[in-house]
């Protein structure tokens, strides 16, 4: 007898109930996408470009795209 780990099974778990709420693979049938999932991609999505502004400060000043004419406080900005 094969033993399985804990982790294994809970996964296996959590994968079974998530699989409940896929669209069926029926083109007839509609799938509608839940408005407060997109509302937490768009917020995500926002995010990760505020990061990614932050993280790369520099070469956007170097280019010219990023200007300090309204200089953030530093609390605001990252390490």
């Known amino acids: 007898m094969q033993m399985r780990s ?6 296996i778990s959590l ?33 990760l470009i505020i990061l990614e502004m932050d993280d790369h400060r520099a070469e956007l000043e170097a280019l010219g795209l990023l200007t300090d004419n309204f200089p953030i ?7």
């Open 15 to 47: 994968w079974r109930s998530f699989r409940d709420w896929m669209p069926p693979h029926d083109k007839r049938a509609p799938a509608e996408t839940s408005p407060s999932l997109i509302c937490i991609a768009v917020v995500l999505t926002f995010l």
């Open 73 to 79: 406080p530093a609390v605001f900005l990252g390490p």
């Open 6 to 11: 804990r982790t294994y099974d809970h996964f």
